[in-house]
């Protein structure tokens, strides 16, 4: 039987989730926004703007805005007990906690403003696996129905491209706004935060990604930071959020 959550139980599940982390007691604001709530959608379309709240509450299960995490629980999808092979509603809101406080408001925090720089190195270092990623992978929930919506492969690849190409050229469109920048931090947040994503591929890559940056900034220049040392902070930056006890 699929199950969605209600804004009552997420935020009931949030508060455990919060008592049971590292989360308690830290000033992280995590706020539920009911898309079956008129006073919520009035509230997410004054924050962004009425097409990008309209997104959002179509498909997103939730998202890091001016550093407070959204979660929307309608999105957040599962099943009424246990279910080979299939998650429960609760068990999809943890992942959804993990992937946006640890992969976009840990990550955000503890890059401070330096963030938007890291995440434009990865895509420069990264083109061909983020494309891939948003065009055949799991990138592709984060795409826009107009791309989304086309089936072949090749034809998708090509909106995609074109979709990039346009942005590059609106002055008007911030960083974070970016189709490219949104599928690097979701590649991020994906591999890094969530349960289950642990492919040391994956790891290693954003492992040297940060690395590389951490080198590039002058207090840090000489002093010959290694990848051992970066996974100690990704292992410290998890348990400042996430540790349970």
Request: proline residues 2%.
């Amino acid at each position: 039987l699929e199950y969605t959550l209600t804004k009552d139980e997420t935020i009931k599940l949030i508060e455990k989730f919060k008592a049971n982390t590292k989360l308690k007691g830290k000033d992280v604001d995590i706020i539920v926004l009911s898309k079956n709530s008129e006073a919520d959608q009035a509230l997410l379309t004054e924050l962004l703007n009425e097409k990008q709240a309209e997104e959002i509450f179509k498909s997103a299960e939730g998202f890091v805005h001016e550093g407070k995490v959204y979660i929307i629980p309608e999105n957040i999808g599962g099943v009424v007990g246990v279910v080979a092979g299939k998650g429960t509603a609760a068990n999809r809101l943890v992942n959804t906690l993990f992937h946006e406080i640890l992969g976009h408001y840990g990550l955000r925090k503890f890059l401070g403003d330096l963030y938007n720089t890291f995440i434009n190195r990865f895509i420069k270092l990264n083109k061909k696996m983020l494309d891939k990623y948003a065009v055949h992978g799991a990138g592709k929930d984060y795409l826009p129905e107009s791309v989304k919506s086309i089936t072949d492969p090749d034809e998708r690849m090509d909106a995609y491209n074109k979709l990039k190409e346009d942005q590059k050229g609106d002055k008007d469109i911030a960083d974070h706004q970016r189709i490219e920048f949104i599928m690097a931090e979701e590649y991020i947040a994906r591999n890094f935060a969530e349960f289950g994503a642990r492919d040391p591929n994956i790891i290693g890559r954003i492992v040297v990604a940060l690395r590389n940056f951490i080198s590039s900034i002058p207090m840090f220049k000489d002093m010959g930071i290694t990848t051992d040392q970066v996974k100690v902070i990704m292992a410290e930056l998890q348990q400042e959020y996430i540790g349970g006890k």
